[in-house]
């Protein structure tokens, strides 16, 4: 049994871990008392008799909580947006590429994915990896997400019987173009620009569909929209929980993969103008789901283990 601390299970992807860790055959998940979650010594005692330590905190305690870990066989797994674009630290997105899957394996220090980030970055790493665009492509991207993401002030705000008229509606924000997951995006998927990234929450819990436009006539090799399917079923080909598909029906929803660690990639459009979404949980494959994926990685479980 390997032994999991979680330092900021109170928050929602804490919540979220700890709920799927208890129903996880090989983990003993090691808790904090409760009048101690701020004891710093008591956390750093906890963290190095740890096999993993999931960080679900802020930026700033992520960085914190990373000094205290002194056992060079505890491997970190940390949520929040401190160490993604971290050279030092491994991004955790395993289908990406064999190199990716071998580097989580042999890491100690992990950077989650962020939400959007995750389903931007399933859509053009491709892309730019097999120059299809250029790095220099100008990507714009808009992604729809439940409300969730956005953690317990959100979600209470949303759930508040007496909430304000407006948050029946999407409303997207981000609007200064300097949301957090972009930097991840740009380095992770090897742009030399930043994406223009249009994010939009919606009156609904979890979900989300993150989309890439995509003119043809600007790719760097010639495709039709079957061969860029052909293309993207041939790149996640013997993928656990990423399938591709052609969006047959009139209309594309964020909903159907919540509480599950899968994501599902549609291609629509023709041969000129082409839509390419990514639709999965936020809270599953864009945050706990991913972590413990990546945990059984590290761990050499079976990356499916607890997720199916």
């Not at 983990?27 to 956390?43: C, G, P, T, Y």
């Not at 714009?140 to 969730?148: A, Q």
Request: overall charge negative; hydrophobic content about 35%.
């Amino acid at each position: 049994m390997a032994k999991v601390f979680i330092d900021g299970q109170a928050g929602t992807t804490g919540l979220q871990l700890k709920a799927k860790l208890q129903k996880h055959p090989f983990v003993e998940l090691i808790e904090i008392d409760e009048n101690k979650r701020k004891d710093v010594s008591e956390r750093q005692k906890l963290m190095n008799e740890s096999d993993v330590v999931f960080l679900c905190l802020p930026d700033d305690a992520a960085k914190e909580a990373v000094k205290l870990v002194t056992n060079p066989d505890t491997v970190i797994i940390d949520a929040s947006t401190a160490h993604r674009t971290d050279d030092n630290w491994t991004y955790g997105f395993p289908e990406l590429s064999e190199k990716h899957y071998n580097d989580i394996k042999f890491s100690k220090r992990i950077a989650n994915p962020g939400c959007h980030a995750t389903g931007f970055i399933s859509v053009v790493y491709p892309l730019v990896t097999d120059g299809i665009i250029s790095p220099d492509y100008p990507v714009t991207c808009h992604s729809i997400t439940g409300y969730s993401g956005g953690g317990k002030k959100m979600i209470a705000d949303y759930e508040n019987p007496e909430r304000e008229e407006e948050l029946g509606t999407p409303r997207q924000y981000g609007l200064s173009q300097v949301h957090k997951h972009i930097p991840e995006m740009k380095k992770i998927t090897g742009l030399t620009d930043y994406p223009v990234f249009s994010p939009i929450v919606s009156d609904y819990y979890s979900g989300m569909a993150v989309t890439v436009p995509l003119f043809t006539k600007a790719f760097k090799k010639k495709m039709t929209l079957d061969s860029l399917y052909d293309f993207y079923c041939e790149f996640y080909k013997g993928s656990t929980f990423i399938s591709v598909h052609k969006a047959v029906a009139p209309m594309l929803s964020p909903l159907g993969l919540e509480g599950t660690n899968k994501m599902e990639i549609y291609l629509c459009g023709n041969d000129e103008r082409i839509t390419v979404t990514s639709v999965f949980d936020n809270l599953g494959k864009g945050a706990s789901s991913a972590a413990i994926e990546n945990m059984n990685i590290a761990l050499g479980f079976p990356p499916e283990t607890a997720l199916l």
